[in-house]
């Protein structure tokens, strides 16, 4: 084996002096590259998290070559080909890439905005008709972004439609069967889509054998669920068929003028373990489904980050009375996860939250909600892939798997917040950092 040491505690600027960097800032398309997926790496004395859930175990090993991890193990137990390049991490933590499951890149910047922060996967949650014409179902330009997951445009409806507007059930109904035959693989419908055309819309996507993603902001999440959708999303979602009964008409002529007051008086009347919950659960479980909470989306107007491109700021008096709330929410994360429910991490970006941090502040949130650090890696990244369908590719540290993974400088499972402390993404076996301005390094070990 060739080899290059690494201290523990190094970071992106020592590793580049140790390990020798070449910038691509400008690679063509088509250009020949210079060091090749197919080269096998032993990443070394690195404690491995590996997304199935169980403990980090350190000192371990992972061999990559062809741009896939070909086998795990303690240190010194596995069997290394001749001429693989040794990369000692003593000190760090390798985990599978983290996949967003809510967020709307329009540009190569966007997208590598998101890489920066560990996301190697992302989910396009509001394509619109214009952006689906141009660019079609991926092809968002040169190495190194993440990989975007597509379906059709999304469906809606309203005045605001951005995505496929239409005009009836039977125009909804009809534009899954399309996007199915057009091979999508889900099925978006936005919040503005009216409750009545959710069951409809649900029986088509199963007539397609399309899983549906139900985005409901304004009510009907429950119903989604109860007609099939495979995920729903958010949490904090203004439904009136998860409020006891004899609450649902006062919070609906309260919540006729949206924004924080909404929350406020949807999380006010809520009871987290109450039998209305009970239902959304047993529909979730039953239908196998999954939950974006999408969390940092309901918190946003406590710290409304100035470049999220549809969040308003609270006046204080709202912030005061949504903080107040809040503990409610975090009772809802616990039930639902005590439950068993499958949940997912999604930033929303860029409506209420920044690229990349909205994702890292969505698995805050939810540590801060009571799950277990370890727990929310595994919905960041297992979940996420498994709720794609891309479980067999992504997702976990596995033989046989895609070379997608991170490399991280302090322990996630014992502060969360560490997971944004990446010193390298590596994505199909390759190997990048990334500096000031936002310029990709590809890493060669020797």
């Not at 997304?51 to 303690?74: E, F, M, Q």
């Not at 968002?140 to 005009?167: C, I, K, T």
């Not at 909804?172 to 693989?185: K, L, P």
């Not at 969040?311 to 009375?321: G, H, K, M, Q, T």
Request: hydrophobic share 45%.
């Amino acid at each position: 084996m060739s080899g290059t040491g690494t201290p523990a505690g190094w970071g992106v600027a020592a590793l580049a002096a140790l390990l020798g960097l070449v910038s691509l800032p400008g690679r063509a398309p088509g250009a020949q590259d210079p060091f090749p997926a197919a080269s096998a790496e032993v990443f070394v004395n690195v404690t491995v998290i590996d997304g199935r859930g169980g403990p980090p175990r350190p000192s371990s090993a992972v061999l990559v070559w062809g741009g896939r991890i070909r086998d795990i193990g303690a240190q010194g137990s596995i069997a290394v080909p001749e001429g693989t390049a040794l990369v000692d991490l003593s000190g760090a933590y390798l985990l599978p890439g983290f996949i967003d499951v809510h967020a709307s890149p329009r540009t190569t910047d966007d997208l590598r905005a998101l890489l920066a922060s560990g996301i190697t996967g992302v989910r396009d949650a509001a394509m619109p008709m214009d952006v689906f014409e141009e660019r079609g179902r991926g092809g968002f330009g040169d190495d190194p972004v993440p990989v975007v997951y597509v379906g059709g445009p999304v469906l809606d409806a309203g005045s605001e439609a951005r995505g496929m507007p239409l005009e009836s059930e039977a125009d909804a109904v009809r534009e899954v069967a399309r996007q199915a035959e057009d091979g999508a693989e889900f099925i978006s419908v936005s919040p503005r889509v009216p409750q009545e055309w959710l069951v409809p819309i649900a029986r088509a996507a199963r007539r397609a054998e399309v899983p549906l993603w139900a985005d409901r902001r304004e009510g009907g999440w429950l119903l989604a669920l109860r007609a099939g959708a495979a995920v729903a999303s958010p949490l904090v979602s203004g439904d009136s068929d998860l409020l006891p009964e004899d609450e649902r008409g006062a919070f609906e002529t309260l919540a006729a003028g949206g924004g924080t007051r909404s929350h406020v008086a949807w999380l006010r009347r809520l009871e987290p373990d109450g039998p209305e919950v009970d239902r959304a659960v047993t529909a979730l479980l039953s239908n196998d489904a999954s939950l974006a909470p999408l969390l940092a989306s309901a918190a946003a107007p406590l710290d409304c980050p100035p470049a999220a491109i549809g969040c308003l700021p609270a006046s204080d008096a709202e912030r005061a009375e949504l903080a107040a709330v809040w503990p409610r929410a975090q009772a809802l994360v616990q039930t639902l996860y005590g439950h068993g429910v499958r949940m997912l991490v999604g930033s929303d970006a860029p409506r209420t939250t920044t690229w990349g941090e909205g994702f890292h502040r969505e698995m805050r949130l939810l540590v801060e909600a009571g799950i277990p650090a370890l727990e929310v890696i595994g919905m960041a990244t297992r979940n996420a892939a498994t709720a794609l369908g891309q479980l067999h590719e992504r997702g976990t540290i596995e033989i046989g798997k895609r070379a997608d993974f991170l490399v991280i400088e302090g322990n996630p499972v014992a502060d969360i917040r560490n997971a944004s402390r990446i010193s390298l993404v590596v994505i199909g076996g390759r190997a990048w950092t990334v500096g000031p301005g936002g310029v990709w390094t590809r890493v060669r070990f020797d």
